[in-house]
T-cell receptor
């Protein structure tokens, strides 16, 4: 089944404890993105990637890192999480240029205490 | 800065037609997309407009006017399952890019 998977789906952690949220797609898509969703603010793009080793900042990159070493994986790294990073996170992928249909993962609900 | 304006809530009755508007102010514009998100779920893609005019996909249509920086999503023959949040999103990176800015969403409630 064609899909985007994220792990974990739920995470409660404490301030300053490094964490990684994994994202994987099995559709051979070139483009991948990370978003956070907060009430009243909609979806905001954190980072995006247009191919292996090609990443760029979205609108809210502060406090996050990403890497794209393989086409299928795009992990989101929080080196020192803070309570203001408590949010619902979505990973997404799409084929690439010329195709605008974006497929979203199921989401990761992160709470930073 | 980038901004997309949508109504926060719209209510309509089953079987009716509803239009959700989106106006945008972005530094670049390379197309307008629409996504649907049910409570507790992930967003799903509905439509994309790169050029002015109307795109139709079943009960849903989307319209774009680049000169007015405006688009809308039209939902016809509303069903209860259409109750969800709807987001417009502008691709504001260079052609073929992956930079996207979303609106804050419109919650649609469909009543009997």
């Amino acid at each position: 089944e064609a899909q985007v998977t994220q792990n974990p789906r739920y995470l409660i952690t404490v301030t300053g404890k490094k964490l990684t949220v994994t994202c994987s797609q099995n559709m051979n898509h070139e483009y991948m993105s990370w978003y956070r969703q907060d009430p009243g603010l909609g979806l905001r793009q954190i980072y995006y990637s247009m191919n292996v080793e090609v990443t760029d900042k979205g609108d809210v990159p502060e406090g996050y890192k990403v890497s794209r070493k393989e086409k299928r994986n795009f992990p989101l790294i929080l080196e020192s999480p803070s309570p203001n990073q408590t949010s619902l996170y979505f990973c997404a992928s799409r084929v690439g240029p010329g195709n605008n249909e974006q497929f979203f993962g199921p989401g990761t609900r992160l709470t930073v205490l | 800065g980038q901004s997309l304006e949508q109504p926060s809530e719209v209510t309509a009755v089953e079987g009716a037609i509803v239009q959700i508007n989106c106006t945008y102010q972005t530094s670049g514009f390379y197309g307008l997309s629409w996504y649907q998100q049910h409570d507790g779920g992930a967003p799903t893609f509905l439509s994309y407009n790169g050029l002015d005019g109307l795109e139709e996909t079943g009960r849903f249509s989307s319209f774009l006017s680049r000169s007015d920086s405006y688009g809308y999503l039209l939902l016809q023959e509303l069903q209860m399952k259409d109750s969800a949040s709807y987001f417009c999103a502008v691709r504001d990176g260079p052609g073929g890019g992956n930079k996207l800015t979303f609106g804050t969403g419109t919650q649609l409630k469909v009543e009997l």
